[in-house]
């Protein structure tokens, strides 16, 4: 029986972690006190256990310097980065002053207000990073409008939630950064590969909701025109793209001739392009030119700012100038400067921001430091072979293997939220992954959008629970029309979520079916037939690439052999 039991280790301390985790004990503990358990029962039986288990009292000394290098992970330094970013965002009024804007925008079309949260919340989610700070500030600011315009409440909290877990998958994602750190690749290559998905799943939700617009018109109907506050002015917001387009090819043009290479030009270009329209747009408001119609000049001047937060963010990126952690760091001065120029930063605001990033910062870490108990002992019961061998043995090869893991991952985040699924479930995929040859970026995105499902399927989905805390659970009276308003039932957020369920699932089919989607992050291929190595030449001077011989053993010069040596000697010869 015990050598049973010995021998068989590693699945039994891997069930017995899924008991405690289901029993309700916190991961972080869960995962310490499974691993030192395991590890006080593998010592004593390491003996039964035919060389399975490598546990011996000594090799907790390792846990000291295990501990140091969590605490010492520069990359894991984005994380209350991009956290304290999006929390100051959410209290400086952008999510609002998009909302506003971009629903303005879509007004006069059917289902205009939830393509402005779909947009919204994509923005958000490249700004802030941060799901909880997304679906909050839209449900708190959306909701009524889209319930006062005769939204169906399904449909209306369906869009809410979804577009709120956008940031699960759009880069700066906080799961993106612990998906590349857990996996040992480049937070950078991360980002790059999970841009497309996240762009293509935006595109998806959106198309979803113009098919429902059509199917079902009544389910989202369109502003009507006493609420369309900015007027109209649609082809005043044309014009300006078109003359923004054609500043930014003189520009492009000029910096080509400047001698800039043709991606910087393209950035410079582009710099230069917004940065005039912006200031158009903002002395036409405030010396009251009027050139511009009122909406446009209001989408140029609240688009812009969050925009350019992107880019000082992800741009620094992925051109190589900041690391994650130095971007991170920079879009939360960046925060504190727009937060500044709202006029919405205070103390209560930062006081705020710095005690939710410091929970979560101390939240992720407990658990990194639970994983590494648990993995300590998992690996001394050779855990990770056990694993690897029972995922790469899975029929369909890498196919199968990915559609298996997604089935598992799936099958979890009901349990687990996306942090203990990336601390706990990460690290034993990783190697089988690798072993099949694929690619761990690729991997990784697909394990991102899996997880973003763990937010929205009922009844355990993070974002449902965040939306139920700010939907109205009583009869309340509409602040613009003084009606009675019917409050939000459980059950219709959870079946406005059902929908987006299906297209997050059916998003991890098309990662899995057109890796190209992800792989760009590597750049393009380099064709070897092209590759062509030329040695430099000297006019006059002869032997190997323009070398003077060396001189022979009789004092000339031996050309005979390369770069000017003497030949060597043939074996058998005098």
Known sequence: ??????????????????????????????????????????????????GSINLDWPLLNALPQRFWGVLSNETLLAIPFFTFMGIVLEKSGMAEDLLDTIGQLFGPVRGGLAYAVIIVGALLAATTGVVAASVIAMGLISLPIMLRYGYDRKVATGVIAASGTLAQIIPPSLVLIVLADQLGRSVGDMYKGALIPGMVLTGIYLGYVMVMSIIKPGSMPALPKEARTLGSGVMSLIVALVFTGVIFYFAMGYFEKSGSSVNNSEILAAGVAVIVIYAVAVLDKFLKINV????????????????ALIFLVLGTIFLGVATPTEGGAMGAVGALVLSAIKGRLSFPVVRDALAATTRLSAFVLFILLGARVFSLTFYGVNGQIWVEHLLTSLPGGQLGFLIV??????????????????????????PAAEKLGIDLIWFGV?????????????????????????????PYIDKVTGIKMEPVKTSQIYWGAIPFVFIQIAMIAIVIAFPGMVMHYKGKPIDPSKVEMKLPTMP???GLGGLPGLPGPSGSSGGSGAGGLPPLPVPGSN
């Open 292 to 307: 511009m119609s009122r909406l446009a000049q209001q989408v140029i001047m609240v688009l812009i700012p969050p925009l």
């Open 446 to 474: 697909i394990l991102g959008v899996n997880m973003q499902t763990s937010f929205m399927h009922p009844p355990f989905g993070f974002a449902l629970f965040y939306l139920r805390s700010v939907a109205a659970k009583v």
């Open 540 to 542: 006059g001077l002869g």
């Open 405 to 430: 893991v997604s089935f598992l991952v799936f099958f979890l985040a009901f349990f687990l939220d996306f942090f203990e699924l990336a601390f706990i479930i990460v690290p034993l995929l990783a």
């Open 1 to 50: 029986m015990l050598e049973l039991i010995a021998q068989n280790m590693a699945p039994i301390m891997f069930l017995s972690l899924i008991i405690f985790l289901l029993l309700g004990y916190p991961a972080a503990f869960a995962l310490a006190a499974n691993g030192l358990l395991f590890f006080v029962i593998g010592v004593e039986l390491s003996g039964y256990s035919g």
